[in-house]
């Protein structure tokens, strides 16, 4: 079945630096990619779609300076996190949309900002 | 703006018992997805119904949609302690985005 790595699963870095999460679909073509983040015992917060060449498109409340999308290709699509602080600390995942075939989420990445 | 609830959001049963998690939505959608998500674990797809009057069963887990009263169940039929976690029902708005309900923890005791 359809596949998306996320890497890496865990990282954990100093407050203030920088972080990127990466999302690859290895055996389809990811148009679409989805980012969630989720905090302890709550659900998935939608935080960003991403189409391939163009921009981002952020929910509200999401900063885009700080949550920095890219999704050059239709297999790869990456999650910045730039000046990192401890509220960020969060377990974030992609999905990639595959229109009618629904949707496949990736293993998830653990940040902890020290 | 499409909004998705669940409830109970915490279910504490016992072992072979049977018991139904619910979930509704605000607008038309053509699409729900059920989920179970383990904890520090991403998300494992349990069924996905597309059309008012479906039902897909896997195991003891039945799902059903009514697309008329936004509805959709998850019953769960003589629990088993395999079946603790948390189960999460998901629908697709009009611009295709996938907006997740708040999740129902379910703790099966022996």
């Known amino acids: 079945g359809a596949v998306v790595s996320q890497h890496p699963s865990w990282v954990i870095c100093k407050s203030g630096t920088s972080v990127k999460i990466e999302c690859r679909s290895l055996d389809f073509q990811a148009t679409t990619m989805f980012w969630y983040r989720q905090f302890p015992k709550q659900s998935l917060m939608l935080m960003a779609t991403?189409?391939?060449?163009?921009?981002?498109?952020?929910e509200q409340g999401v900063e885009k300076d700080k949550f920095l999308i890219n999704h050059a290709s239709l297999t790869l699509s990456t999650l910045t996190v730039t000046s990192a602080h401890p509220e960020d600390s969060s377990f974030y995942i992609c999905?990639?949309?595959?229109?009618?075939?629904?949707?496949?989420f990736g293993s998830g990445t653990r940040l902890t900002v020290v | 703006e499409l909004k998705v609830e669940q409830n109970p959001l915490f279910l504490s049963m016992q072992e072979g018992k049977n018991y139904t998690i619910y979930c509704n939505y605000s607008?038309?959608?053509?699409?729900l997805y059920w989920y179970r998500q383990d904890p520090g674990k991403s998300l494992e797809s349990l069924f996905v119904l597309l059309s008012n009057g479906a039902v897909k069963q896997e195991g003891r887990l039945m799902a059903s949609l009514d697309t008329k009263a936004r509805l959709s169940t998850l019953h769960i039929t003589a629990a088993v302690h395999d079946l603790s976690a948390t189960y999460f029902c998901a629908v697709v708005g009009n611009t295709g985005k996938l907006i997740f309900g708040q999740g129902t923890t379910l703790q099966v005791k022996p």
């Open positions: 991403s189409n391939e060449g163009s921009k981002a498109t952020y």
């Open positions: 607008t038309t959608s053509d699409r």
């Open positions: 999905s990639g949309g595959r229109g009618n075939y629904g949707y496949t």
